[in-house]
């Protein structure tokens, strides 16, 4: 019988920017060794994720299939290992919404004490592209074996 492989759901408030973004170059960069998901705590009701975010993952030449924002439920919180929050924010209302669930819950740049991924929505390009690079390069150091 094949071993369940580890798996991880990052979640960011709507789904829509940061999210897909990790969970895409997260998925190019490990393949085959885990199971990468995103959802929100309050999805947005907008096809796909936000056209600077798709134009930022084809200039990376990152694969992605079509995103449809997903909301957060119990069923995912029982079957993922980790929940990477996207900020701390967003680590604060998964722990105060579902603390049954708390240990599973990490922040994204816990290992990266001087980075913050804020959330780009409202930000003119320039500051949108800043964040996406903080998670690409956050994505490309990231140890999930240290977890």
Do not use: W
């Not at 960011?12 to 940061?18: D, F, L, S, V």
């Not at 701390?88 to 240990?103: A, T």
């Not at 930000?123 to 994505?139: C, P």
Request: with cysteine; glycine share 0%; aromatic share 16%.
């Amino acid at each position: 019988m094949l071993e369940k492989r580890k798996s991880f759901c990052i979640v960011c408030i709507a789904n829509y920017c940061r999210s897909p973004v990790i969970e895409i170059f997260l998925k190019n960069r490990f393949e085959d060794e885990y199971e990468f998901f995103s959802a929100g705590l309050a999805p947005i009701s907008l096809p796909s994720m936000d056209p600077r975010s798709l134009d930022f993952l084809s200039k990376n030449n990152m694969v992605h299939s079509f995103h449809n924002a997903k909301k957060i439920n119990t069923k995912m919180l029982s079957y993922f290992d980790y929940f990477f929050a996207v900020d701390m924010f967003v680590l604060h209302e998964l722990n105060k919404n579902y603390p049954k669930y708390k240990y599973k819950f990490k922040l994204f740049t816990s290992q990266f004490n001087d980075i913050s991924i804020i959330d780009p929505y409202r930000l003119e390009d320039d500051e949108y592209i800043k964040v996406m690079n903080d998670i690409k390069y956050v994505t490309s150091k990231i140890k999930l074996s240290e977890l």
